[in-house]
């Protein structure tokens, strides 16, 4: 009896996760970093959702490719597989489809597309890393949409130069800051698989 029990919240657990990804390939997954007091996201991770689709260097249960740290020692970052885990939050954010800024129009690309793009990536290589230019969601959005933006919309960080009236592009805080938490982003991920230090996680 104990055993059907247990086999029975397994089951359920298994659909309440389920349930509560329904990704689909293409989708931006955005990962809320946050810390202490501050109440808004500090900034946001980006990722493509990949499921189970087969590329040329993923390994059986990788679902995402992200821009990320890849050597806490040398600061290393790439563009590579990952997976999406149950420990860190993450949630949807394809709020740019169908947005016009400027004179362009984000329009979510084929699968088709999306496909060519991340075998490009991964073949060629994503160049390295810069929080103006060239950081986790320029990759998501470049290969969702296949033109690179990245404006950390709704996070502490996209609204250090708006107080200080100094556009982004010159404001150094926001590049040293950026640099700092992407750099702490490994060291976050290694403590979550650490429960003796999971608590420092925020």
Known sequence: MRSLILVAVILQLTVIIIECHNYKF?????????????????????????????????????DIFHHTLISLTH???????????????????????????????????TDE???????????DGCGGYNPLTNNCEHLATYVRYGHKISRQE????????????IPIRLCIKYEEALERIEKNALQEAECWENPSCAHLAG
Request: charged share 25%; glycine share 10%; net charge positive.
């Open 154 to 165: 709704d996070t502490w960080i996209a609204r250090i130069c708006r107080f200080t009236h």
């Open 26 to 62: 293409g989708d931006m997954i955005a990962f809320p970093r946050r810390c202490g007091c501050i109440k808004k996201p500090v900034y946001k991770h980006f990722a493509i959702y990949v499921g189970d689709k087969p590329f040329p260097g993923k390994q059986p249960g990788q």
């Open 113 to 123: 597309v999306i496909t060519e793009r991340i075998n490009n990536v991964t073949r």
């Open 75 to 109: 600061f290393k970052t790439g563009c590579v597989f990952g997976v999406l885990g149950e420990k860190v939050k993450h949630e949807l954010d394809n709020s740019l489809d169908n947005e016009t800024l400027g004179t362009h129009t984000y329009i979510r690309s």
